[in-house]
């Protein structure tokens, strides 16, 4: 498959790149560091690209060809440290829903194009009708757990109203929302998969690798199970 993918060297996208070549795919990698990557790439079946994630003609531009699009847009990608990922996701919560409909305007040219935007896990259903994103009291409570400052709050919010963008499209977009916890760590390729509802393990805990992530994306652009839907993955 020729599979895209923007924010390529970010935590997620560079892991959704590398399992994708180790399957055999080519890759068309979109990075804010494309002409850095082009001089340093050496791996087979990989080009290096720049694409605007918020303006549709330069998405639809670098659509021809791709059977599928994943997109793990986040503005804290280009970031020196964690305080200034934080700074960077939170500057402009508005940001996440402006490159959805970015992305959705792009495929009104390429319909048989899929789409795949890697999302947050603050929008889960944690209980029937009920989602964290939207009530301050249980999205605070969270980020305390996770030791993520209250502000990033919009960030989750961010991701929640991109989603809800999504939903109103005809395209053949999926929507990823990765565990509540999910670090670097290992390919065990062991994992379950859920829909609006995190996935928990023995210890109630939502939680998987960045590595186990990538699998579960690149098996979706391979074998489309979640077309117009959201899906999550935990252990």
């Known amino acids: 498959m020729h ?3 923007i924010g390529a060297t970010g935590t997620i996208g560079s892991r959704v790149v590398a399992e994708a070549l180790d399957r055999g795919h080519h890759v068309r990698a979109f990075s804010r560091d494309a ?5 340093e790439e050496h791996r087979e079946n990989i080009v290096w690209a720049d694409v605007d994630v918020l303006d549709a003609r330069s998405i639809a531009g670098a659509l021809p060809g791709l059977d599928v699009l994943i997109s793990g ?9 964690f305080a200034d990922t ?3 996701s939170i500057a402009d919560p508005t940001v996440y829903a402006t490159a959805a409909r970015a992305l959705l305007k792009a495929l009104e040219s390429h319909p048989r194009t ?3 935007v890697i999302g947050g896990a603050g929008s889960l259903e944690i209980e029937p009708g009920v989602v964290r994103a939207d009530s301050d009291e249980l999205l605070h409570a969270a980020l305390d757990r996770l030791g993520l400052p209250r502000a990033y709050a919009s960030a989750v919010r961010g991701h929640r109203d991109a ?12 929507y990823f929302s990765p565990a509540e916890e999910i670090a670097p760590g290992e390919r065990t390729g062991r994992f379950r998969l859920g829909g609006d509802q995190p996935v928990l393990d023995a210890d109630g805990r939502s939680r998987i690798s960045v ?3 990538a699998v579960a994306l690149i098996d979706e652009a391979e ?3 979640f077309v117009q839907r959201r899906f999550t993955i935990g252990y």
Request: aromatic residues 4%.
């Open 114 to 116: 899929r789409l795949i």
């Open 223 to 225: 074998l489309p199970r």
């Open 163 to 174: 989603l809800d963008v999504l939903r109103t499209s005809n395209r053949l977009w999926t």
């Open 86 to 88: 934080v700074r960077r």
């Open 73 to 81: 847009f986040q503005p804290g990608n280009a970031a020196s440290d």
């Open 35 to 39: 002409a850095r990557a082009r001089r």
């Open 211 to 213: 590595e186990d992530a």
């Open 3 to 5: 599979i895209g993918v």
